[in-house]
Every structure is written in structure tokens, then in C-alpha cells.
């Protein structure tokens, strides 16, 4: 079975500062990962995903996410953080195994001014 | 455009009523999906459909009837809900046969209140 854990419910950064959102993974085959963006009362936006090849995956908004396959993580990073990230932030993960993706429990990013 | 689109917003209604939830995209994807959202939760997958066809039912009541009239609309169909069932519901659609690869985009949702 696969499963994805976001370890933080809660991550505060000051404007302008880095930011890391972590998320590690367990699946049986090969992974494929995402991450997704939620503001309130809204859908989910996709940021990025990695599929194979270069461990370091850029993506929208300035986010990029690195893929450790040793310790089966997957930790989305931006360098300056802005008020306007400030979101809910989804990690999902998807085998070859398994047709649907599992998400993990969400990591709200409060930016302050 | 990787935009799809849900009708509607806000929906309220009371356990003896039948209402619908529509979802639309024009990506020429084949593979769409229902999610169900409770607050402050992750999405949890409710039914899948690959070329139109019902692909996974995650265990869903019958109470919600998935349809897919065509590749671009998806439709839920709601009966006899109870207040539990009240959550954002949301459309997501993906390019091919539900490859693990694909990158699934999601509507804005539905956001559903049962009395």
C-alpha cells in the first residue's frame, strides 16, 4: 500500500525568509509524486511532480521540491517566501500499482509580513 | 488552459432532495475523477472514470450516482444525503488511461451543505 506523510500541520516563515514543506513516502514500485496548493474555499492547484530523472523539480511560483529516494522524501522549497503562499499545502504520491493518488494530510504555511 | 470547471458553488439541500453536481473540461482529457473534501482533511477519491467508463468506485453509498455523459462532463448525482455528506466536492480530470504519471488538474468545487 502506498502512503505519504507531511510531518507539520503547521509551518510559519517570515516573509522573504526560505521555506520547506516536508513530505516523506512509502510505495511498493516506482513513485510519483506531487504537490498541490490549496487556498481557502477553493480546488487544488498543481505546483509540480517528479517522474523520474533529475532529483531537483522546479515549478510553479517559484517552487522547486527535491526528491531523496535514500530517505523517501520529497520536500518542496522556495527561497523567498511571500504573504501570498500562505496556503495549504497537499504531498501526494502515485505507483504504477495504484490508479488513484493518495494524499498526505496537509501542511498549512502561514507567511508573516 | 488546464481549467475545470464545477456547478455549482454552493449548493444546500435537504435529505429527501435529488440534486446534481456538474463538472466540465475542455482538455481533451479521458480520464475524470470525484473527490470528497472535509474540512481541513486531504481529498479522499470517490469514483474515476477512464473513456467514459466507470473505472473505481471507492466503496461509495449509493446515495451518490456518478455519471459521465461524455469525454468532457462528469456528473454526480445526489439522493437521500445525509448531513455528514456535507463537505467540498471536487472534479478532477487527467490526460490519458490513468496512467500513474499523469498529472490530475482540479476544479474550484462544489462546496455542499445537507440539513
Known amino acids: 500500500a502506498q502512503s505519504v506523510a507531511q510531518p507539520e500541520d503547521q509551518v510559519n516563515v517570515a516573509e522573504g525568509n526560505p521555506l520547506t514543506v516536508k513530505c516523506t513516502y512509502s510505495v511498493s514500485g516506482n513513485p510519483y509524486l506531487f504537490w498541490y496548493v490549496q487556498y481557502p474555499n477553493r480546488g487544488l492547484q498543481f505546483l509540480l511532480k517528479?517522474?523520474?530523472?533529475?532529483?531537483l523539480v522546479k515549478g510553479s511560483y517559484g517552487f522547486e521540491a527535491e526528491f531523496n529516494k535514500s530517505q523517501t522524501s520529497f520536500h518542496l522549497k522556495k527561497p523567498s517566501a511571500l504573504v501570498s503562499d500562505s496556503a495549504l499545502y497537499f504531498c501526494?504520491?502515485?505507483?504504477?500499482?495504484?490508479?488513484?493518488?493518495?494524499f498526505g494530510s496537509g501542511t498549512r504555511l502561514q507567511v508573516q509580513p | 488552459d488546464t481549467e475545470v470547471t464545477q456547478t455549482p458553488k454552493h449548493l444546500v439541500m435537504g435529505m429527501t432532495n435529488k440534486k446534481s453536481l456538474k463538472c466540465e473540461q475542455h482538455m481533451g482529457h479521458r480520464a475524470m475523477y470525484w473527490y470528497k473534501q472535509k474540512a481541513k482533511k486531504p481529498p479522499e477519491l470517490m469514483f474515476v472514470?477512464?473513456?467514459?467508463?466507470?473505472?473505481i468506485n471507492e466503496s461509495v453509498p449509493s446515495r451518490f450516482s456518478p455519471e459521465c455523459p461524455n469525454s468532457s462532463l462528469l456528473n454526480l448525482h445526489l439522493h437521500a444525503l445525509q448531513p455528514e455528506d456535507s463537505a467540498l466536492y471536487l472534479c478532477?480530470?487527467?490526460?490519458?488511461?490513468?496512467?500513474?504519471?499523469?498529472?490530475?488538474?482540479f476544479g474550484p468545487g462544489t462546496r455542499l451543505t445537507v440539513l
Open positions: 517528479y517522474i523520474t530523472g533529475d532529483n
Open positions: 472514470y477512464s473513456y467514459e467508463k466507470l473505472s
Open positions: 478532477a480530470s487527467s490526460q490519458g488511461g490513468l496512467a500513474a504519471t499523469d498529472t490530475q488538474y
Open positions: 501526494a504520491v502515485r505507483d504504477t500499482g495504484r490508479r488513484a493518488l493518495t
